[in-house]
């Protein structure tokens, strides 16, 4: 870790991630279609983001684990029973939030809606989604759609049925659920027929009033807009 992601690395991706989360909050205080309350719960939630870059700060010991060369299926086994033990060891435990569901080297991202966090790990934490020596604005463009992307996620058709508590509300307030539906309708007609005729054959995940704007085609287009806005002002402020 400390040669391919190593701490300057990782306070620079935080900073990223909090620059688009402003922009969110921007972005949620000016939609027309957002009743106040909606957008209150929204800024709560937001603001209880917890953001997880490149690896845990505190590693898990493995050193009980038994490993050998002699069989493999041994080496499995006692790998499957600590992973076992440590899942029971859980229950009845307070939520810990800082736990990953992905292993430092991956290369992919994730948000999670029932622990409110949105996760990086160091794999795609390298070129060409981010580099330490290019321009803000690249890195804005690049990693930043991808952080953008993992923050939408959590306003979603599936994020928004979780509230800043982590707390399933899909049976809550009928204002949160009624905003969502005027915001995909509010989905400019133009930039919808953009979308289909691009998309071609696979048109039919989007109809005529956005309702078929779901899930990670939802999280696209408003969070690379984001990005990319932060990166190319970033860029004139350093000029």
């Known amino acids: 870790m400390k040669r391919a992601f190593p701490a300057e690395n990782k306070e620079r991706v935080l900073q990223l991630v909090k620059d688009i989360e402003a922009a969110l909050a921007k972005d949620i205080e000016a939609a027309e279609w957002m009743a106040p309350e909606t957008k209150k719960q929204a800024q709560l939630k937001l603001n209880g983001v917890l953001n997880k870059i490149g690896y845990p700060d505190s590693w898990r010991d493995y050193s009980s684990v038994a490993v050998g060369r002699t069989s493999f299926l041994q080496n499995r086994q006692h790998a499957a029973a600590f992973e076992f033990e440590r899942w029971v060891a859980k229950i009845g435990q307070p939520l810990d939030r800082t736990e990953w569901t992905m292993t430092p080297p991956t290369i992919n991202a994730y948000e999670d809606p ?126």
Request: charged share 30%; proline share 5%.
């Open 114 to 239: 029932q622990n409110n966090t949105i996760n990086f790990p160091a794999g795609i934490l390298q070129p060409p989604f981010f580099e330490m020596s290019q321009d803000a604005a690249v890195n804005y463009g690049a990693i930043g759609a991808v952080i953008g992307h993992e923050t939408i996620h959590g306003f979603d058709d599936e994020g928004r049925k979780f509230d800043a508590q982590e707390i399933c509300a899909i049976g809550g307030p009928r204002m949160t659920r009624r905003s969502t539906r005027r915001g995909e309708n509010a989905f400019p007609t133009s930039t919808r027929s953009r979308y289909r005729k691009q998309a071609g054959r696979d048109a039919k995940w989007i109809d005529d009033a956005g309702r078929g704007y779901r899930g990670q085609r939802r999280a696209a287009p408003g969070a690379a807009g984001a990005a990319n806005g932060i990166g190319t002002r970033r860029k004139e402020l350093e000029r």
